[in-house]
């Protein structure tokens, strides 16, 4: 098991940007993939990006070309950097890691992940 903290939730406007980061800590030996997802209140949790081992990404079509997934080995850290942030972009935002599925692939679901951070919030004003 991996454990994961994230930070740099806050309140921007419309368009502004932000960068949440996730340390990972605990298991250096399984390689992971990793993703964040997001919660709006009375809504089900979404994937928002992921990226695998072989550092492949995948994003969901709302947030393509706006949102950036990236993981820095040597800090053992996971981004997402926001650019263009709108008002449906609120929401608790969630990192999430997994030993991938046959070989490299990663799946997209929040019920696949075993590991899960505490959540950050990420609030866009209009």
């Known amino acids: 098991q991996v454990q994961l903290v994230e930070s740099g939730g806050g309140s921007v406007q419309a368009g502004g940007s932000l960068r949440l980061s996730c340390a990972a800590s605990g298991d250096h030996y399984t390689r992971y993939c990793m993703g964040w997802f997001r919660q709006a209140p009375g809504k089900e949790r979404e994937e928002v990006a992921r990226?695998?081992?072989?550092?492949?990404?995948t994003y969901a079509d709302s947030v393509k070309g706006r949102f950036t997934i990236s993981y820095d080995n040597e800090k053992t850290t996971l981004y997402l950097q926001m650019n263009s942030l709108r008002p449906e972009d609120t929401a608790t935002y969630y990192c999430a890691a997994r030993p991938p599925l046959g070989g490299f692939w990663c799946p997209p679901f929040y019920y696949q992940y075993s590991s899960w951070g505490q959540g950050t919030q990420v609030t866009v004003s209009s």
């Open positions: 990226i695998s081992i072989d550092a492949s990404t």
